[in-house]
């Protein structure tokens, strides 16, 4: 056997394959394995191996579909929600800054101080009770639109759920 130390170059294809006593090129015994063909058991495992592989990437490829439909539809409903809401904000401050001219416009027109107070404790109890009424308005809204972006995403995950069973 030739040894490697007292060579320049590469070791050749030769050198490598096993030799008469078991052993290859870099003196390592072959435990005495049997040459058998082992590519058609290889290339069976292979073909198995590729077909799953296909089947993952379709059906990630499917999930990744359903997903982007289900981003679709909330992003659509949330756009939705979201432009109701903004809208009754500008509804409600809309009112609100029409109560409060009324108001000055009364309060300038008052005759006494007594007139001014009660103005100012009717404007009071009907500002605490527009408030409740209008906080109710958009707390209904906001839940709205929490249920309504969720709503796609739910759907999407109990399919998914439910076809995985």
């Not at 394995?33 to 490829?61: D, N, T, Y």
């Not at 990744?64 to 679709?72: D, F, I, P, V």
């Not at 408030?131 to 809204?141: C, F, G, P, R, V």
């Amino acid at each position: 056997m030739m040894s490697l130390a007292k060579r320049d170059g590469a070791v050749s294809e030769a050198e490598v394959k096993a030799e008469l006593n078991g052993t290859n090129g870099f003196a390592m015994p072959l435990f005495g394995l049997p040459k058998i063909a082992l590519s058609g058991l290889f290339g069976e495992l292979s073909e198995q191996g590729v077909a799953r592989a296909k089947e993952a990437c379709e059906r990630i490829k499917a999930a990744s579909e359903e997903t982007a439909e289900a981003l679709r539809e909330t992003y659509s409903s949330n756009a939705r929600s979201t432009t109701d809401y903004g809208l009754k904000v500008i509804e409600i401050s809309n009112a609100n800054t029409a109560s409060a001219i009324d108001f000055f416009a009364h309060l300038l027109g008052s005759k006494s101080v007594t007139d001014a107070f009660s103005l100012s404790a009717t404007q009071a109890q009907k500002a605490f009770d527009t408030a409740s009424a209008q906080s109710k308005d958009l707390w209904e809204l906001a839940q709205k639109l929490a249920v309504e972006t969720g709503e796609p995403i739910r759907k999407r995950v109990a399919k998914v759920l439910h076809q995985g069973n």
